[in-house]
């Protein structure tokens, strides 16, 4: 039997992780734990078994946690990872800090990371994900991220090291992302503050932000660049071949890829995780009849299928 570390923070024995997704799907961890702060999550991450495995979320607006649930240990921060400063154009955030938060807290600062107020994840998962719209990414500002590594040790990262990639980055297995500093350009704290007003309102237009959704269900197709490098150019829209393939509003269970905006699939209330991702690739199959294009899953799916 594994002997688990007894931590300062909570740790939560086979807990649903359903309402801690965006989505509100999926099973139970076999673990949550919600650190009290750097050293209790290192101590922790030291001293668990070596063989049991780690999965740090952040405020699950990417994910879909499958209906049989996740056999790791969740590990989700909470306060004592979510200050937020600012020094000249240099802005430091915690983990668990809301991207929202950060922009508008540098805006105020007059700096611009303005693309960040209307992502509605995580610091981690900002930089993780390699989080962007607008045309900014957190490859673009991103000057150092500190993680706690499985082992419990800290380490500083270097955006190198992070290997940015459209929607992705590199970290090491289990490392949790405990920090970012940030670089913006300058701006005048209330035109910063009028185009996050600005692109708040483009949104609710555009895309079912009143909806329980995860954001762009697919990545836009490679051909052609987030961060600018000749391997990462996406001017291909998912929704278009989605469209294409007509599959904009379609649904299966309680999920639908939604009529507003078709590269969003949704929960209408009822869907099973399975829903949600036998939709996904329903869709993916009749994309690749019909354009003779793979389309590659942005949401991260994780966990176990339910089994009968
Ligand atoms: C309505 C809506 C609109 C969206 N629009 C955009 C958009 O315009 N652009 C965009 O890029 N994304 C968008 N998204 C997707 C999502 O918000 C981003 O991917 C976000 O960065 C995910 O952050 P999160 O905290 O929710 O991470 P989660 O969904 O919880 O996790 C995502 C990944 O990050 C990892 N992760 C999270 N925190 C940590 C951590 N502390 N340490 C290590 N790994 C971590 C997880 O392991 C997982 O692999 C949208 C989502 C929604 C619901």
Redesign the pocket.
């Known amino acids: 039997m594994t002997t688990f570390p007894n931590p300062r923070g909570k740790l939560s024995k086979k807990r649903a992780l359903n309402d801690l997704?965006?989505l509100r799907v999926g099973g139970q961890a076999d673990y949550l734990f919600q650190p009290a702060d750097k050293e209790d999550l290192q101590g922790f991450l030291r001293d668990l078994p070596e063989g049991v495995p780690v999965?740090?979320?952040?405020?699950?607006?990417?994910?879909i946690v499958r209906d049989g649930g996740l056999r790791a240990v969740v590990?989700r921060?909470g306060r004592g990872?979510n200050s937020i400063s600012v020094d000249g154009n240099t802005v430091t955030a915690g983990?668990?800090a809301l991207?929202a938060h950060v922009a508008r807290k540098a805006a105020d600062a007059g700096v611009d990371l303005t693309f960040l107020r209307?992502?509605?994840?995580?610091?981690?998962?900002?930089?993780?994900?390699?989080?962007?719209?607008?045309g900014s990414?957190?490859a673009d500002v991103l000057r150092k991220a500190t993680?706690v590594t499985r082992q419990g040790e800290v380490l500083n990262l270097t955006p190198e090291d992070l290997n940015f990639r459209y929607?992705q980055s590199d970290?090491p297995e289990g490392?949790?992302?405990?920090s970012a500093t940030f670089e913006g350009p300058s701006g005048d704290p209330e035109e910063l503050h009028a185009r996050m007003t600005a692109q708040l309102q483009k949104?609710d237009e555009t895309?079912?932000?009143k909806d329980r959704?995860?954001?762009?269900t697919f990545r836009n197709p490679a051909g052609f660049s987030s961060t600018g490098r000749t391997d990462d150019v996406h001017d291909l829209k998912a929704w278009k071949v989605i469209d294409d393939a007509g599959m904009r509003g379609a649904s299966l269970g309680g999920a639908q890829m939604s009529k507003k905006h078709s590269n969003?699939l949704i929960n209408t209330g009822t869907a099973t995780a399975a829903d949600l991702e036998g939709l996904g690739e329903k869709v993916r199959k009749k994309v690749y009849e019909t354009s003779g294009i793979t389309l590659e899953w942005?949401?991260?799916r994780?966990g176990d299928p339910l089994t009968e």
């Open positions: 997704t965006w999965f740090p979320m952040g405020v699950g607006s990417n994910l590990i921060l990872f983990a668990a991207d209307t992502i509605p994840g995580s610091i981690g998962g900002a930089v993780r994900m390699n989080a962007g719209c607008y990414y957190t993680i929607r970290l490392a949790v992302l405990i949104r895309q079912p932000t959704s995860a954001g762009s969003f942005e949401i991260m994780v």
